[in-house]
Every structure is written in C-alpha cells, then in structure tokens.
C-alpha cells in the first residue's frame, strides 16, 4: 500500500477537508495556549521572579511577613513585620550604593480567656552602610528575602516592585493589555482584605495601617500624623476618627498604579 499515494489523492480531492482540520488544530492550539497563560498569569511572584528581579537594585523595597503567632493557650498574636530598604547611589554611579535598612512591626495580641486586645505598632531605623558595592547590596537585598518560603505566615513585597516583578511576564499582556496595572490592583485590595476586614470583625487596623504606610512611603504619598502611633488605647474610637484619612491614603495608592 503506497500510503503517500493515498493522501496526495485525498488531498487533491477533499483539499477543503484537510484545510478545515488544519484550522480546528490551530484553534484548539490557540485555545490551549489561552488556557495556560491564564492559569500561568495568576500565579503569585515566586522565588526565581523575586530574586532575578533584585539584580536590577530597587531603590526602595519593603518585604512583609503577615503570621499569627500562637503563644500559649492564653495568648495569640497577629504579627506584620515588614523590612525596608532604601539605598541612595553614591556620585552618580551604580557601582556603589549608600544603605539604610529598617525594621518595622505592627501586632495585635488577642486573649482568648476574657476577648481583650492590645495593639502596638514599634519601629527601628536598623542597619546603615555608608558604602556598598553593587553585588553586596544585591546581597542584601536578597538576604532580606531569603525566607520567602522558609517560614510559617504569609509573605508579600511593597505593590510597586511587586508591580516591576509581574510587569516582565510578557507572554501575558496577550490576554490583557493591562496585565500587570490591574493584577496590581488586585494584589492590592487583596492585601487590604488579609489585614483588615471589619465585616468579620477582624480588629486589626495597626497591621493596615503599617502596610499602607510604608507603600506611601515608596511611592512618595503624604501620610497623615494620624497614623503614627504605638498603642490603640480606645480601638473604635480610634477607627472613628482615622476612617476618612486613610480611605484617602487607599485611594491614592490605588489610583497611583495607573501611573505606573
């Protein structure tokens, strides 16, 4: 049987046949192709992302960790930490970088005999180094964030890098042209619903407030004097009395991804 044969003669006879199977095969490809970058786009960052990332030096670049720390019996603590870099090129070179480290930690400390909470928030300007070379500072920069999966809690960086990290998924921008503005945007409200949701009485403003903060900080956003506080004596009261305040902050922030 000359099989050659055949299919040149099939094809000769029904050529709108074999067009019509080329064009499902096309579209199913398509189709899959599709149906990948969806699910590969709505991944979260991961380690390789992050780290191949920190090569390029942010300038500024805050990481958090959210965890909730169970004491005793007694006593559960919600925790955000969240570490911040700032690094200033030195003569206009980028071969060497001042740097400034900071450590900041909001937590909310919840007994469970009487219900009772306590709120502090607590800062410390850390380490600064005059003088780093750029392979040191990207070191360091990848020091902070080497237990992006070493421990328990959760882990998220600041929305501007996190931003530049998503902007670099190409392949994506293919399903949406604003891919990266609007996961974004997203990751954000996101974020906001993990630390503070007052429909299912989640009592924790302070570890909101950090968060917003510091990305007001990296995206140069006045921050009002509300906000700079150690203890929450009377909660809502305190809640009262910032609520407008900081859904303007939100909405700056929010509104600053479009420029991005």
Do not use: W
């Amino acid at each position: 049987m000359d099989l050659p044969a055949i299919r040149e003669t099939f094809v000769s006879r029904y050529p709108e046949y074999i067009n019509s199977v080329r064009a499902l095969n096309r579209e199913t490809r398509d189709q899959l192709r599709i149906t990948h970058l969806f699910d590969k786009c709505k991944l979260p960052i991961n380690k390789s992302e992050l780290f191949d990332y920190l090569d390029t030096v942010p300038l500024k670049y805050a990481f958090f960790n959210l965890y909730l720390d169970e004491r005793s019996l007694e006593y559960q603590i919600l925790n955000l930490e969240c570490n911040l870099l700032i690094l200033t090129p030195l003569f206009g070179k980028l071969v060497n970088y001042g740097r400034l480290a900071s450590y900041y930690k909001a937590l909310t400390v919840m007994n469970m005999d009487n219900g009772s909470l306590y709120f502090r928030s607590e800062g410390n300007p850390g380490e600064a180094n005059l003088s780093s070379s750029r392979n040191h500072t990207i070191d360091k920069l990848k020091t902070m964030s080497r237990d992006y999966e070493s421990k328990n809690g959760e882990f998220f960086i600041d929305i501007k890098n996190y931003f530049n990290i998503i902007n670099r998924r190409l392949s994506c921008f293919e399903i949406d042209p604003n891919y990266a503005k609007n996961t974004t945007k997203e990751h954000f409200i996101d974020v906001i619903k993990k630390l503070y949701n007052d429909k299912d009485d989640i009592l924790s403003i302070n570890l909101l407030d950090l968060y917003l903060t510091i990305n007001a900080y990296i995206l140069n956003i006045d921050v009002s004097n509300l906000f700079r506080y150690e203890t929450i004596h009377k909660y809502d009261e305190f809640v009262q009395n910032t609520q407008v305040e900081r859904q303007k902050l939100i909405d700056k922030i929010y509104s600053s991804i479009d420029n991005f």
